[in-house]
Structure formats: structure tokens, C-alpha cells
């Protein structure tokens, strides 16, 4: 160990006459410990929440959606055909998009309708898995001795608004209609509720309804056409470079847009609200690296004899500058280390046993999303040792200036 080390550690030492010196040592490594823990804890469960939208808007989004300039997709099996055999793309499924009104026997309300292939894989419904979606999702089906009604899937809140339960009856109102002698009908058909999904999300669960793919091209007349295909990509964030290789072999007419795009608002004030919170609570630790700053100007005044007796004996202006630096940075380094293993274990009692509840009426979720990130944990440390260690610096220069001769002569 070289003399510099030795002699910030003996620094690092309390003693009786320097007592309030160490008691600021100990709150300025409060400090850093705390800033870090909340840090940690903080990014962890913005991160767990962005994972958690990601997940919510896919279990109801494909990844990636093409369309048609003009119109619906006629041709719609060869393209998926060729889209399937993109690089990235696991899956692909062809739907209809349509707006209708939905009446029950209490009540009445607008829908977004979907008409999906319950036997492509790429067509999810948060909740229900291929099978399921089979089952729930049935065109009409006439035998000889009845008529079985098609099925709808709504989302809770809209199954809420128009007072539809599972295994109601309730009708579907087209403005795809036709003429009559007293003019435009619109086309009216009856479906029985055979499943409600909650995607975590108002919007979606207030509009959406899912039909089977068949049903909504006979409802809004558009043939054996398609309004669009739904993409679903092995890496969900490649999804943009993804759509872009399949718009390039595609061409004109059609074009493409993916998930992240369709969302962009939304992420971006994510990410806004996540380095917000990473500048406030930096703020913590820099408050922790002025007490830092202020204990070793407070030793440097306390040394001064010391410092003037190391330089006589031949110490160099970079030896004084390295002993304040070395007890500067260990102050952070200790408060950072305890910071990250608190923060950690905090994540750990928040992730497994979920003590604080979130009223569901109020937030997305009913307990608090963790998920702690390599890269956060990471950017988080080297902020804090950075901040410590620029800290540092004044007081280790003005040691390291002192003239001997006037120390020891006024000391």
C-alpha cells in the first residue's frame, strides 16, 4: 500500500477532537446511500412499467400492421405468404376493422369491431389462447333443427356500458347496409356474448369487440377482402426495422407501421417521466456530494500541521491531492455500495411480496411493476461514484497548494 492510501484510511479513522468532522463523514455517506437506493428502486419500477404497458398493448396490438393505400387487401393470402417468409416475422394474420354501434335489452354504445381468424396465430386476444379463440370466436352455424348465433368477445368496460354479460344475446348494427325503397338500411345482426377480455387499458376495453373473420366481411361487404394484416415479429423492439423490410419488398400500394410507432406518445412520456426522475433524485446525491465536499475542506483546515509536515518530509503536491481524493471517493464508494444493495433488496420485497396495493379504479395496475435492469443499475453507480468524485476535487487542489512554510509557522 503506498503512503498516500495509508494515510487517507487513517483519516478515514475517527478521533475524539474530530468527532463532528466524522459525524458529517457519516451523514454525507447517508446521503449517497439513500439517493442510490431510491434511485434504484425508482427506475426499477418506472422500467417495470413500461415493460408492463409493452405487454398489455401486444396481448391486444400485432407488432407490425400493413395496409393498403385505396382500400381493403384482396389478395391477402399471398401476401401473408410473402410477409411470413421475411426475416423476423414469426406469424401473420389477416383482419377486418370496422366501427358499429352494439345494443343490448339495457343499453346501447359505439365499438371498434375486429373481425380476426381464430385459427391464425397471429390473431391475440389478451386471456385467450388459439383453442380458446376457436371455441369463443364461431361464425353462424345452422343445422337442420336450429340456428347458433355468431360469437363476440367485448371488453369490460364496453360489455359494462351496454349491460351485456357472457352468454347474453345482443346486436350488431353495420352502417354497411343497403337501399331500400325508404332509403339507406343499415344491416343488423345478432350475436351471442361469448367471451369479455380486460387488456388493462380503458380505451381498449371500452371499444373493442372481436368477431370472427368471415362474419365482419359478410357485416361491413367487403367480399373475400381484408382491411389489413397484423404482424407478429420475434423481437418486438426490431419491429420498426422489421416493417421497413417488408415495406421494401412489398412496394406500393401498400404500407406499414408497427407497434412502437402506433404508440409513440405514450412511450415517449414514459421515457420523459423516467429521466425526470433520474435528474430529481440525482439531485439527493449531489446535496450528498456537497457534505462530502464540505467534510474534507473541514479536514484540510484541521490538517493543515499535518500536510505542512507530509510536504517537508518530500511528499509532492499529487501525493496531498491523492490522500483527500482516496477519502472522498471511499465515502462515496461505501454509501454507493450499501445504496445499490438496499435498492436491490428493496426491488426483491416489492417484486415477490407486493406490500403496497394500488387501487385497480385509480392505476393500470394494483401493485407496483418491478424490473431491475443490468444497464440502470449500471448508469446509476457511475453517476453517483462520478458526482463523489468530482466532489473530491476543490478541497484535494487547495490541499494540495498549501505552502508548508506558512502552515507550520501559523499552525
Known amino acids: 500500500m503506498s503512503f498516500e492510501y495509508f494515510v487517507g484510511g487513517r483519516y478515514l479513522r475517527s478521533k475524539n477532537k474530530q468527532a463532528f468532522i466524522s459525524f458529517i463523514t457519516f451523514l454525507s455517506m447517508a446521503g449517497v446511500t439513500v439517493g442510490v437506493m431510491a434511485l434504484i428502486i425508482v427506475i426499477a419500477v ?19 400492421i400493413i395496409r393498403r393505400h385505396g382500400g381493403t387487401i384482396a389478395d391477402y393470402a399471398e401476401v401473408i405468404n410473402q410477409v411470413e417468409s421475411s426475416a423476423g416475422v414469426v406469424s401473420a394474420a389477416p383482419f377486418v376493422y370496422s366501427q358499429v354501434m352494439l345494443r343490448s335489452s339495457s343499453g346501447i354504445s359505439g365499438a371498434v369491431l375486429r373481425g380476426i381468424d381464430p385459427q391464425a396465430s397471429g390473431s391475440p386476444i389478451k386471456g385467450y389462447d388459439k ?22 368477445i367485448l371488453g369490460k368496460e364496453l360489455a359494462l356500458t351496454i349491460g351485456a354479460a357472457e352468454g347474453e344475446m345482443i346486436y350488431l348494427i353495420s352502417p354497411k347496409g343497403m337501399m331500400s325503397p325508404i332509403g339507406h338500411m343499415p344491416t343488423m ?15 381498449y376495453d371500452a371499444s373493442l369487440a372481436f368477431i370472427h373473420l368471415k362474419t365482419a366481411q359478410q357485416l361491413i361487404k367487403i367480399g373475400d377482402s381484408v382491411s389489413g394484416i397484423g404482424v407478429r415479429v420475434d423481437e418486438i423492439y426490431r419491429a420498426d426495422t422489421i416493417s421497413q423490410s417488408i ?4 412496394g406500393f400500394p401498400y404500407w406499414t407501421t408497427d407497434w412502437m410507432r402506433m404508440n409513440q406518445n405514450f412511450f415517449s412520456a414514459l421515457k420523459l417521466e423516467k429521466k425526470a426522475m433520474f435528474v430529481i433524485l440525482t439531485l439527493i446525491i449531489m446535496v450528498a456530494a456537497f457534505n462530502i465536499a464540505s467534510t474534507l475542506i473541514m479536514m484540510v483546515m484541521g490538517k493543515t500541521q499535518d500536510i505542512a509536515i507530509l510536504k517537508a518530509m518530500g511528499a509532492t503536491d499529487r501525493s496531498i491531492w491523492k490522500i483527500f481524493v482516496f477519502k472522498g471517493s471511499v465515502i462515496g464508494f461505501i454509501g454507493t455500495a450499501i445504496g445499490v444493495i ?25 401493485s407496483l411493476p418491478v424490473q431491475l435492469e443490468f444497464l440502470d443499475v449500471f448508469f446509476i453507480i457511475a453517476a ?28
Open 189 to 203: 345482426k345478432r350475436f351471442e356474448v361469448t367471451g369479455i377480455f380486460e387488456s388493462g387499458f380503458y380505451e
Open 342 to 366: 438496499l435498492g436491490i433488496f428493496g426491488c426483491i420485497l416489492l417484486k415477490y411480496y407486493k406490500f403496497i396495493e394500488l387501487p385497480g379504479e385509480v392505476y393500470y395496475f394494483t
Open 384 to 411: 453517483a461514484m462520478s458526482i463523489c468524485f468530482i466532489s473530491t476535487l476543490y478541497p484535494a487542489f487547495k490541499a494540495s497548494k498549501l505552502n508548508p512554510v506558512e502552515a507550520l509557522r501559523y499552525g
Open 46 to 64: 418506472m422500467t417495470g412499467a413500461e415493460s408492463y404497458f409493452t405487454s398489455q398493448i401486444l396481448g391486444v396490438e400485432s407488432h407490425i
Open 131 to 152: 383453442e380458446s379463440l376457436i371455441k369463443k370466436i364461431r361464425p353462424q352455424v345452422t343445422t337442420e333443427s336450429s340456428v347458433l348465433s355468431p360469437g363476440i
Open 247 to 250: 415495406l421494401a419488398d412489398l
